[in-house]
């Protein structure tokens, strides 16, 4: 029935959300009954200090990272897309900082790397291209079965952004 | 004569100029006479293949700034502010990659990262905030006695960069 390409038993996908206060991942799990979280969190880059500098913030956020690829060694890593005519551009500048950092960490581990925009995310996980923080956070519970709401929102973002990958896959080209 | 917290002797000065095909990077030493090039050159990130990926490039790009670290062991790195204003946001996006995997390679070396915006830069070395990149180019032939003009351009700008913090350091705060 599953495409050849589709998501193989053991498959584990690392779902991240950049930040460069806070950073959302979420290892998924592929499983004959579907994906399971194997864990999920944030790593905090600004904590200890009130406005640290960008160069402490990534090496916080890649260090925390390559712990996460150590211990689950993931077959892909999955970032969501940024774009230029982002509604922030100095947001988005800032996210790409951290984007550069999450890619090296992935590199660094032969790891690949696939980016959705974020309206193809919301629109695999929820239906809607422009679902809310809290539709993304409900729907991430009730999918994975989890016994509450992911939090913070971030962690919700990074698991949507895995998941989002696991049904890519399970699409035909 | 000189400010307490001035150029000392033997300090070196690591400039990079981002870009995710190619970094121009530049070693300045601090010695009696002036500073004095060590090194400088480009470190590609695009050769080999047509389209490589961000990840692959973000890794070359790392290794080969780790080496001219490891190497030179620089006092202080000193890279360009990026601005959301810029007139190609793309760009910025993408340039702002390479410049997370730059302080990534600073903050895991322990060497302080100091920005200063474009315009300053050129100003400090022209005395023209707008001035082109084949001024700066003879600008760095000129003030630090190089044989010939700095190619590529990315290099001049490394120079650049590294010899506006040099100035910087010399002017009362």
């Known amino acids: 029935m599953s495409a050849t390409n589709g998501p ?3 498959q584990r996908i690392l779902g991240v959300d950049p930040g460069l206060q806070v950073t959302g991942y979420a290892v998924l799990e592929v499983a004959a009954r579907g994906p399971l979280v ?8 600004a904590e200890g200090r009130e406005t640290p ?11 925390g990272l390559v712990e996460v690829v150590a211990q689950y060694r993931p077959n892909v890593m999955v970032v969501e897309q940024l774009y230029a005519h982002y509604e922030h551009p100095r947001t988005a500048i800032l996210m790409a900082h951290a984007r550069g950092v999450i890619f090296l960490s992935a590199a660094k581990h032969d ?12 629109k695999t996980i929820t239906g809607h291209g422009r679902a809310s923080k809290e539709q993304v956070q409900y729907t991430m519970m009730r999918e994975l079965r989890l016994a509450q ?3 913070p929102p971030d962690v919700a973002d990074a698991l949507a952004a895995a998941l989002c990958h696991y049904y890519a896959q399970r699409l035909p080209a």
Chains 1, 2 share one sequence.
């Open 8 to 10: 193989t038993p053991g």
């Open 38 to 45: 194997c864990e999920a969190g944030v790593i905090r880059t």
């Open 53 to 63: 500098d960008m160069a402490p913030r990534l090496l916080a956020l890649y260090t």
């Open 111 to 122: 790891i690949p790397v696939v980016s959705y925009n974020a309206s193809r995310i919301k």
């Open 149 to 151: 709401v992911p939090e």
